[in-house]
């Protein structure tokens, strides 16, 4: 099955400055994936997803890249913000319309004034 | 739309109990899945269903079942619960064409 890694698992950085953090995924036939937020003790929400028919997708202050040769996508939040503390988890999904959605372990971000 | 829903928010058992956790979800999604969030090992996938009558096992099914007799509704049962399940549970939904999973509120266990 699919195997997703993530790292860090956290991070701190100083307001405005820029975080990544970087997923990789096992299964070459995965085509979705998805990045969540979570704040403490709420449910997870989508903030950003990508297919694997592009390479970049970006949303305000939020973009997302994926390399299918290296099985590597990544986050990357700029000018951020103390709302953005949160944990995030990336995910992949292994076919087209399949419900088989596996998550990495999350990293935990803290924005630091 | 009250979207996805779950009950209870909060639930203390003992070890050999049983209980049903609830899910519901008011968007006509055809797919709905269960995980379990545990520290450090982000969501797991415990089961799912791609329509009533429908289920299949996900990454960590021993110790629960499921059913899916109507779109809206998607209980899981735990058996005989254990301290390993110990969790925090979440339901979530989708449309099959479109990707995006919608979570439920989640439920905290604690199985004693």
């Known amino acids: 099955g699919e195997n997703v890694e993530q790292h860090p698992s956290t991070l701190s950085v100083q307001e405005g400055d820029s975080a990544v953090i970087k997923c990789t995924y096992s299964?070459?036939?995965?085509?979705?994936f998805p990045w969540y937020k979570q704040e403490l003790g709420k449910r997870p929400q989508l903030i950003i997803d990508?297919?694997?028919?592009?390479g970049e997708k970006k949303d305000q202050r939020i973009a997302v890249t994926l390399n299918k040769t290296a099985k590597h996508f990544s986050l990357h939040i700029t000018e951020t913000q103390p709302e953005d503390s949160a944990v995030y988890f990336c995910a992949a999904t292994p076919q087209r319309g399949g419900n088989k959605l596996t998550f990495g372990t999350g990293t935990q971000l803290k924005v630091e004034l | 739309n009250a979207g996805v829903t779950q009950t209870p928010k909060f639930q203390v058992l003992k070890t050999g109990q049983s209980m049903t956790l609830q899910c519901a979800q008011d968007m006509n999604h055809e797919y709905m899945s269960w995980y379990r969030q545990d520290p450090g090992m982000g969501l797991r996938l415990i089961h799912y269903s791609v329509g009533a009558g429908i289920t299949d096992q996900g990454e960590v099914p021993n110790g629960y079942n499921v059913s899916r007799s109507t779109t809206e509704d998607f209980p899981l049962r735990l058996l005989s619960a254990a301290p390993s399940q110990t969790s925090v549970y979440f339901c979530?939904?989708?449309?099959?064409?479109?990707?995006?999973?919608?979570f439920g509120p989640g439920t905290r266990l604690l199985v004693l």
């Open positions: 299964d070459s036939a995965s085509n979705y």
């Open positions: 979530a939904s989708r449309e099959p064409v479109v990707e995006t999973q919608y």
């Open positions: 990508i297919r694997s028919n592009v």
